[in-house]
């Protein structure tokens, strides 16, 4: 009886994480969530160059002035520009930019470093004696597509 008992305990056992293992199998398999995030620019006053824009999936990144999840550049030819990022993973995000007039591909700056080419940040951000922080600037991105405006200043 012992013996037949711990021989059907082994197959359930045995059974089971056969089980767990097809359902983990699956899962591994089967693609993330994709997210895909459309930012347009507006309020752009000189409609020459090219805006620059980096998208971090993080705080210390974004605050830290780490390396950005994803990088773009979008020419400037009127009033409006979009960027559309695809194959996001959902979560959290935040977006610095800023408007390269002469197209040199740096932010000008005066000799005290204060930008003298327009710059912005996601949510509309506002600097405090720096870049917008993440706490102001990050948004979510959902599964599917979403999309964010931010005003050129």
């Known amino acids: 009886m012992k013996a037949l008992y711990l021989a059907t305990t082994l197959a359930l056992a045995t059974a089971g994480s056969g089980i767990a293992?097809?359902?983990n199998a699956a899962a591994a398999t089967t693609p993330a969530p994709d997210a895909s995030l459309t930012v347009t620019f507006e309020q752009i006053e000189m409609p020459e160059g090219q805006i620059l824009l980096s998208l971090y999936d993080n705080?210390?990144?974004?605050?830290?002035?780490g390396k950005p999840v994803r990088?773009?550049?979008?020419?400037?030819?009127g009033k409006t520009v979009s960027v559309v990022f695809e194959g996001l993973a959902p979560g959290r995000y935040a977006i610095?930019?800023?408007?390269?007039?002469d197209g040199d591909g740096k932010m000008k700056t005066?000799?005290?470093g204060m930008p003298l080419e327009p710059?912005?940040?996601?949510?509309n951000a506002k600097p405090v004696g720096g870049p917008a922080r993440w706490e102001a600037a990050s948004f979510d991105v959902p599964v599917g597509a979403s999309e964010t405006r931010i005003a050129i200043q």
């Not at 705080?59 to 002035?65: F, K, L, P, R, T």
């Open 119 to 123: 710059f912005a940040f996601s949510n």
């Open 96 to 101: 610095k930019a800023f408007h390269d007039v």
């Open 59 to 65: 705080e210390a990144a974004h605050d830290a002035g």
């Open 71 to 77: 990088a773009a550049m979008a020419k400037v030819e």
């Open 21 to 23: 293992w097809a359902q």
């Open 110 to 112: 005066n000799p005290f």
